[in-house]
């Protein structure tokens, strides 16, 4: 099995709220612990408006099972 490359595919580095375009796949890595609490509504709310509907979305993040004080 080979891996398959795309040499053409749209990138958008930050979290851009305007994006009027659908995607087929959405991607995000290593972002997501970096962003505050309160931020994550918008972030799935653009993530969902954004994605075709039988379209794929990948969030990886690192984190760990404990928690702490919540920033807002």
Known sequence: MGVQ???????????NRD????????VSVGMFE???????PTF???????LKPDGLFLLHSIG???TTACES
């Not at 490359?5 to 979290?15: D, E, V």
């Not at 970096?34 to 994550?40: G, M, V």
């Not at 799935?44 to 954004?50: E, H, L």
Request: with cysteine; hydrophobic share 30%; net charge positive.
């Open 19 to 26: 994006v009027d375009e659908r995607f087929d796949k959405t």
């Open 34 to 40: 970096h962003a505050r609490a309160k931020t994550y």
């Open 5 to 15: 490359r795309w040499t053409n595919a749209p990138s958008h580095c930050n979290l």
């Open 64 to 66: 760990n099972y404990l």
């Open 44 to 50: 799935f709310d653009v993530v969902n408006r954004t």
